[in-house]
């Protein structure tokens, strides 16, 4: 397992949301072979009209969901950490942040198979994105 970062900091793999663009988004860390961490790289931005439901920093309502064939696993990475307030943006658009979170750890287990992942925020969801573990 890893010792990778869960942050709340913007990385260069954390994707790129314009600015008329709301939601999640996540991308992986290139990964030297399948036993190498699962790092996840994220933004998000969502509406006032949703954000206003969810205490700031909004990073704590952020859940990882895995799935696989024998296992499936649901976090809330944030919930227990100390954020700040610059740790989330202010735009007319809504709130944004940045995070990225190292999966096999969050799990505790990383048994052999292919998983999917996503990150949801509210109503908002990522895109799916698939890993191995051999």
């Known amino acids: 397992m890893s010792g990778a ?3 709340v900091v913007r990385t260069p793999l954390c994707p790129v949301l314009p600015p008329e663009l709301t939601g999640v988004r996540i991308a992986l860390a290139a990964r030297p072979s399948p036993r190498s961490p699962v790092v996840v790289h994220g ?15 909004r990073h704590r ?4 969901v895995v799935t696989g064939v024998h296992l499936h696993f649901v976090a809330t990475p944030f919930r227990e950490q100390i954020l700040f ?3 989330e943006h202010e735009s007319r658009g809504g709130p944004a942040g940045f995070f990225t979170m190292d999966v096999l750890a969050l799990m505790g287990a990383d048994p052999p198979g292919l998983y999917h992942l996503l990150v949801s925020l509210g109503p908002h969801t990522s895109n799916v994105l698939p890993f191995a573990v051999t």
């Open 61 to 64: 309502a952020l859940v990882l």
């Open 43 to 57: 933004s998000y931005r969502i509406p006032w009209a949703d954000a206003d439901g969810i205490a700031p920093s």
């Open 85 to 87: 307030p610059d740790d």
């Open 5 to 7: 970062p869960t942050g």
